[in-house]
């Protein structure tokens, strides 16, 4: 039987589409859960929550927004909830005719005496708003009077809290189907859904927690074949960091990481990344840079080699030294801050047989070589990070895939790559299809620099998976997380706007200790 811990964890990992959640719900109905139980148990719940987050001292009149279907069926569960713990209730229902569960809830939440009204301006008095209009499974555009509705509603003041996504939202892609609820709180219901990991839903959908309605796994696995869509967890992100250490370990044993970044021009980018990769605890740590930026290099980092290369006119590295051996390293990780003058340094590191994590103008001069179909060729793993520029200039058409799912897949199937999407809820996808998003970040990421330290964390902990053979994609993986919860932490403690990369690595080591 599975563990009450490793049920949990499963169940917060997965990601399902709304076809996916209807085929998961048809066996668990089929099996024998009356409808109406399951939605007595997601009312009750929901209201619980409401409860505990809302108090009634504080916000004593809910206005409750129900539609046709079995979302206002729950919407309705948890009025009769609400009003059962003393909360003033109001009812609007914009669509006069439902489901006949949906109708018979309303009929019974009437005859207790709760209010209906035929306006929604009578919701402006209320102290919070509870939208369920919409469930999962929505695709049509909402029009004409609920549109109305809709956009009178966001514009007042009170909270409003969503069951399972807010009204208009696309369940799959998170696109907007003309309007929709800009919800403060969401409550998922059973597994999330995919537009809760969707960069164009995340101004709409607000705080969200998931709402466990205790579905067996073996119904999720039954419906969910590989490859799937996941969520990052903290617990699987830690799983694969390189922790606790052997107690008779030395430096050799924790791989070596060749650093290649940097130029006159773009000295930072290398600062960025090495600081990025040490704070991985990698046994060596080689950085390649111009030859001017030696003695800065050494100065930011004296425990590291630094490789002093030739450099051209514009103060970019022209070559590696001579005699460089890249076999010797366990991975290589390079393009922040290199320029598009450092083309016959990418190609000589694309031709190696190490692991290779490639991001800024390592993608550029990628982009410019037109190699990008080459790379399934290699002999070793290939790692791409682009944010969506980017993603544009190395795979062209794939760019204006409305479902960047889609896109990411198809191009990590291409290319042979595991890629790294960057974004509000970046992506990783390998090239098998499965797929990776990460749940948590903050827009204080969103500085220059921010993406050179992850560079940096994906090579120092890539030389070290390597020797433990662990999977590329799950160390990325806790790359991309450990990354975002720096960027929290360091957040927390000096508001998003006090965030540049330095101080991001400064939070690297702060962030992970929290966890451990």
């Known amino acids: 039987m599975l563990q009450v811990a490793d049920r949990v964890e499963e169940i917060n990992q997965v990601v399902v589409t709304a076809k996916q959640m209807a085929d998961i719900e048809a066996r668990v109905f089929d099996a024998g859960m009356p409808v109406a139980a399951l939605m007595e148990k997601v009312g009750c719940l929901i209201a619980q929550r409401i409860r505990e987050l809302y108090a009634r001292e504080d916000f004593p009149k809910v206005g409750i927004i129900v539609g046709p279907g079995h979302n206002g069926g729950d919407a309705l569960v948890i009025a009769r909830e609400l009003y059962f713990l003393g909360y003033c209730i109001l009812i609007y229902r914009p669509i006069a005719k439902s489901k006949e569960l949906t109708a018979t809830h309303a009929r019974y939440v009437e005859s207790l005496g709760i209010s209906f009204s035929e306006s929604v301006e009578a919701l402006k008095d209320c102290h919070l708003l509870i939208d369920g209009l919409f469930g999962y499974g929505q695709e049509r555009s909402l029009l004409n009077s609920i549109a109305d509705t809709i956009n009178q509603i966001n514009q007042w003041s009170q909270p409003i809290l969503s069951i399972d996504i807010p009204s208009g939202v696309h369940t799959d892609t998170g696109a907007v189907l003309g309007t929709a609820i800009r919800a403060k709180h969401t409550f998922c219901i059973g597994l999330w859904k995919l537009a809760f990991l969707q960069d164009q839903a995340l101004e709409f959908i607000g705080t969200t927690e998931l709402i466990d309605i205790d579905l067996q796994i073996a119904d999720v696995r039954a419906v969910l074949k590989e490859p799937r869509i996941q969520r990052l967890t903290t617990k699987s992100a830690l799983a694969h960091l390189p922790l606790p250490r052997p107690q008779s370990t030395y430096k050799y044993k924790m791989g070596s990481v060749l650093l290649i970044c940097g130029s006159h021009l773009y000295s930072g980018g290398a600062i960025l990344t090495s600081s990025g990769a040490r704070a991985t605890g990698v046994g060596m740590q080689y950085i390649a840079v111009p ?78 070589l037109g190699t990008v179909p080459t790379l399934s060729k290699r002999q070793a793993p290939t790692v791409l990070t682009p944010h969506a520029g980017e993603f544009k200039r190395l795979f062209g058409e794939l760019a204006s895939e409305s479902d960047r799912i889609v896109a990411i897949r198809t191009a990590a199937e291409q290319s042979g790559a595991v890629i790294v999407l960057k974004g509000a809820r970046s992506a990783i996808a390998n090239s098998q299809g499965s797929v990776w998003i990460n749940p948590e970040s903050t827009p204080a990421l969103a500085r220059g620099g921010s993406g050179d330290v992850l560079t940096g964390l994906a090579g120092g902990l890539l030389a070290q998976a390597v020797l433990k053979k662990t999977p590329v994609e799950s160390v990325i993986q806790s790359a991309v997380w450990w990354h975002s919860h720096a960027g929290i932490t360091a957040a927390a403690e000096r508001t998003e706007l006090g965030v540049d990369a330095f101080t991001l690595t400064q939070f690297l080591i702060p962030a992970l200790k929290s966890y451990i």
């Not at 390293?329 to 598009?340: E, H, K, R, V």
């Not at 016959?344 to 190490?354: K, L, N």
């Open 291 to 368: 030859e001017s930026l030696q003695m800065i290099m050494s100065g930011h980092l004296p425990e590291a080699i630094i490789l002093s290369c030739p450099e051209t006119e514009t103060g970019a590295i022209a070559r590696l030294p001579e005699g460089t051996e890249l076999d010797k390293f366990d991975a290589i990780a390079c393009g922040p801050g290199l320029t598009m003058d450092a083309k016959s340094v990418m190609e000589q590191v694309i031709a190696s047989d190490r692991p290779l994590v490639l991001d800024a103008d390592g993608l550029n001069v990628l982009a410019h």
